[in-house]
């Protein structure tokens, strides 16, 4: 990644970044940094499903891939977001930012059934510990995820810190703010189907807790 090329940016995230996207549905996320970027040099790109699996799952990631591969983007499939620190492609890799929009373990249960939350909490906290091992030391690890109920019994801050990361804030998400992103259910006969985001956050984790977090806690 070259440095010394003007600097792109689209919310919280940077062409001089070095960026991991996790659990890519049709991977128009990725397309959109990289369209803002003008390349996608700097990203790793990755899905759980094989790519046999994803054309056939989603009408766009065809054309989504190919785009991406054009602008210069790494794309590795069939990575578990709880292992993909060891992954043979990625496991001597360092990342800036890694991100994962809207985790799920798939529709077993009703949402609001204890067995379903507790299986997507499952999918977060192995995520979470995982990007753990891969984020550069002064890097982020991002997770965006519903807040209202019962998607809020997650408790991702509690997973979070249970896998040794620190909350650096928490700040609303707006797909509108993606260009051409359209997130997906990613799983039964509606797969390619998106949903609605409504109350929805980006928690942004660092394994650095901020000086001004420290700083409150003592004087408290």
């Known amino acids: 990644m070259d440095t ?27 397309l959109s940094l990289a369209k803002a970027f003008g390349s996608a040099s700097n990203m790793v790109a990755t899905s759980l499903d094989s790519k046999e699996s994803l054309i056939g799952k989603y009408s766009r990631a065809s054309t989504n891939l190919s785009e991406l591969e054009n602008l210069g983007c790494t794309i590795v499939h069939e990575v578990d977001a709880h292992t993909m620190n060891n992954h043979p492609l990625l496991q001597t890799k360092y ?17 609001c059934d204890l067995w379903q939350i507790e299986l997507h909490k499952h999918v977060v906290s192995g995520f979470l510990k995982s990007a753990r091992e891969m984020v550069s030391p002064d890097g982020e690890i991002h997770v965006t995820h519903k807040t209202a109920g019962p998607f809020c019994k997650w408790e991702v801050v509690t997973l979070a810190e249970e896998a040794e990361l620190f909350l650096v804030e928490e700040v609303p998400f707006f797909r509108w703010d993606y260009p051409g992103y359209i997130n997906k259910r990613g799983s039964g006969p509606k797969c390619d189907k998106t949903f609605p985001v409504g109350d929805c956050s980006t928690f942004k984790f660092s394994k650095v807790r901020d000086m001004e977090s420290m ?4 004087i408290s």
């Open 215 to 218: 700083i409150l806690e003592i």
């Open 4 to 30: 010394k090329m003007e600097e792109k940016k689209i919310m919280h995230y940077s062409s001089h970044q070095k960026i991991l996207l996790v659990g890519e549905g049709d991977f128009s996320f990725s």
């Open 95 to 111: 990342f800036d930012r890694i991100v994962f929009n809207f985790p799920h373990a798939g529709f077993i249960y009703r949402e």
